[in-house]
Each structure stands twice: as structure tokens, then as C-alpha cells.
């Protein structure tokens, strides 16, 4: 496993729309492990390929409960809504306030390409949809009500 760069704000990649994965080989594998050891490293709760420079619709999320692998991902079901501060490890010390599905289904394959079907709520919820957003080349900034100030930044984590 190796740690990769993360891609930041400004690199055109991150607009980018992600093509599906066809072959599910080791080249797979190395990848979804790859990123699970940088998302852990950088203390994120996500990371989807776009943001190591892979055009692949490849998610890995923990929200503590584990690593939670998404290959060709789909939200199929979602409902209520949840507000609260969303960032992102692409963007580093910008924060903002979106508005999310408090319930997620997602359908995605495991990294053998095996359908499964696997569901969220509240924070994890929230890390499905800010990492599919990324496969479709939207940015949360793109999805925010509005950034938070230098200085609620700087009393968020004051907590």
C-alpha cells in the first residue's frame, strides 16, 4: 500500500465526470487500498478516485466503523435531511454548511464486482452522497448554502 497525493482546489480533474470500472483486477484492488491508507493518513472520513487523479468511480469511506468500499456506486434511495458543516480533503481549511439526505441507499459492486446494496445515516449518509458527488465532478463548495467566515472557522476549532 502507499500513501498518494490529494488532489486540491483548482486541479480541473476534480470537475471531471468518472468513468465506470469494467475490470475488476488487482490494479482495483492496490487502488481501493491505496486510498483507504490516504483518506486514514489524512484524517478524512472519504476519499473518491477523482481526488488521486483516477477518473474511476471508486469511493472508500470510515466513519469509524470500518472502510466501507463503493465501486460504481448509485444512490437509489434517499429521504429526510440533515444541515451541518461539510469539508473536504481536496480543500483544506474550508468549511460550509450544506443540506443532505439524512437517509442514504446506496447499490454499488465490492472490489470483485459483486453487487450489494448497503445503507447510511446522518454522518455516513452525508459521506455517500459528498464522495459520489465527486465521481459526478461536483465539489461540495458547489452544493454549500454558503462557506463558513475565517472566524467561525477559527471558533470551530476552538471545540
Known sequence: MAIRNIVKDGDPILLKKCRPVEKFDAKLGVL???MA???HQANGVGLAAPQVGMLRRVVVIDVGEGVIELVNPQII???GEQEGIEGCLSFPGEWGITKRPEYVK???QDRNGDEFEIEGRDLLAKAFCHE???LNG???KQVAKRLLT????????KE
Do not use: C, K, Q, W
Open 132 to 134: 459520489i458527488d465527486h
Open 32 to 34: 481501493l487500498d491505496d
Open 138 to 140: 461536483v465539489v461540495f
Open 150 to 157: 475565517p472566524a467561525e472557522i477559527e471558533e470551530m476549532n
Open 37 to 39: 491508507e490516504t483518506m
Open 106 to 108: 446506496v447499490r454499488a
Open 77 to 79: 434511495v434517499y429521504s
